[in-house]
């Protein structure tokens, strides 16, 4: 497929245009665009709750129309998930060190972040910028290619440190998710 963006850009339109189902599609997703634009100024809980309900209907309605996609998407993710603890991607783990660095100056400079989950979140970070420093170092030492997966996976310590490091992120990950979590049913229920 060989189209050009403009090419690409006119056959979504020829679709949209080609079918009533098409412009019905579009005139759906136009009223929830000006639906959600609108409640911003009125922020009105009621029209927030329809649209949420709106989106899960639709995903929930995909779900039971075609359960074979979704087990096959469902499947390919996991797969997928295990295939990069088993065999981390050394590109992947770059990206996961600019995401690192991306929190460590979020947290820097947040005035919202608590002082305890500062201290959690440096320690984590500090933590897996040792170890992907390690792997940097263990590479360069033994003349290994960065990004020739292969050889760097015969070494045991390689393997090991992306291995863990991505254990960490994991682990600073559940944390954070149930970190907020209890803030925000603490808040909830300490105002009742």
Same mark, same amino acid.
Do not use: H
């Given at each position: 497929?060989?189209?050009?963006?403009?090419?690409?850009?006119?056959?979504?339109?020829?679709? =949209?245009?080609?079918?009533?189902?098409?412009?019905?599609?579009?005139?759906?997703?136009? %009223?929830?665009?000006? $639906?959600?634009?609108?409640?911003?100024?009125?922020?009105?809980?009621?029209?927030?709750?329809?649209?949420?309900?709106?989106? $899960?209907?639709?995903?929930?309605? %995909?779900?039971?129309?075609?359960?074979?996609?979704?087990?096959?998407?469902?499947?390919?993710? &996991?797969?997928? $998930?295990?295939?990069?603890?088993?065999?981390?991607?050394?590109?992947?783990?770059?990206?996961?060190? %600019?995401? &690192?660095?991306?929190?460590? *100056? &979020?947290?820097?400079?947040?005035?919202?972040?608590?002082?305890?989950?500062?201290? =959690?979140?440096?320690?984590?970070?500090?933590?897996?910028?040792?170890?992907?420093?390690?792997?940097?170092?263990?590479?360069?030492?033994?003349?290994?290619?960065?990004?020739?997966?292969?050889?760097?996976?015969?070494?045991?310590?390689?393997?090991? =440190?992306?291995?863990?490091?991505?254990?960490?992120?994991?682990?600073?990950?559940? *944390?954070? $998710?149930?970190?907020?979590?209890?803030?925000?049913?603490?808040?909830?229920?300490?105002?009742?």
């Amino acid at each position: 497929m060989n189209l050009s963006i403009l090419d690409k850009i006119t056959s979504i339109l020829k679709y =949209i245009f080609s079918s009533f189902l098409g412009i019905e599609m579009l005139i759906f997703s136009l %009223l929830l665009l000006t $639906i959600l634009i609108y409640n911003i100024k009125t922020k009105r809980k009621f029209v927030e709750i329809i649209v949420i309900g709106l989106y $899960i209907g639709i995903l929930i309605g %995909l779900i039971c129309a075609y359960p074979t996609y979704t087990k096959s998407c469902i499947d390919t993710l &996991i797969k997928s $998930i295990m295939s990069y603890i088993y065999f981390p991607s050394t590109v992947a783990y770059f990206f996961i060190m %600019l995401f &690192i660095t991306t929190f460590i *100056f &979020i947290t820097y400079f947040s005035k919202k972040i608590s002082d305890f989950k500062r201290i =959690i979140n440096y320690i984590f970070f500090t933590s897996i910028y040792f170890m992907f420093l390690s792997f940097v170092a263990i590479a360069t030492y033994n003349g290994i290619n960065l990004s020739d997966t292969v050889l760097l996976y015969r070494y045991d310590v390689i393997l090991s =440190i992306v291995q863990m490091s991505n254990l960490l992120l994991l682990i600073w990950i559940l *944390f954070t $998710i149930f970190y907020y979590l209890y803030n925000y049913f603490k808040k909830k229920y300490d105002k009742e």
